[in-house]
């Protein structure tokens, strides 16, 4: 091996291993982060929170392609051709995300058939020993049955 092999060689390994520590300090970052926010009552910080942690996420992502996928050292031109696509796709997710959360919360409002179970009251049925009086349903259906039945031998 020659000398300068072993020193492209050697500038690899390191490279590796700065990228190495990077993602795991990262990684350590964003779990101390959502470990911490889990005892934290405020809408607002909680969101701060998230908000770090997916700007963290993606340095990693970054780092990750960069490195590992060789694409920091590739054209301009074929990077492009990943992050143009990747940002498009992101913000699919993010259209299609709001989309399903506004149809959520309409369907609610404005679906004349859609009634939350806990709203809806059931009718009450008394139960009687046997020699009850027939309930007003029976008492209608039995009515018609005498009615239908004097109107035939008229």
Known sequence: MSQDTHAEHH??????????????????????????????????LRLAIKGVIVILMMAKAFYIVAYFMHLKHELKNLIMTIVVPLALFIWFIIAFLADGNSFK????????????????????????????????????ASNEGEHKTKEGHK
Not at 15 to 40: A, P, Q, R
Request: aromatic share 8%; no cysteine.
């Open 105 to 140: 919360n309409l369907r609610n409002n404005y679906d004349p058939y859609f009634k939350e179970q806990a709203t809806i009251k059931a009718e009450k049925k008394e139960h009687g020993a046997h020699g009850a009086t027939p309930s007003s349903h029976e008492k209608g």
């Open 11 to 44: 500038d690899v390994i390191a490279e590796i291993k700065k990228v190495t520590i990077i993602l795991s300090v990262l990684t350590i970052v964003e779990l101390i982060l959502g470990f911490w926010m889990i005892g934290i009552t405020s809408e607002g």
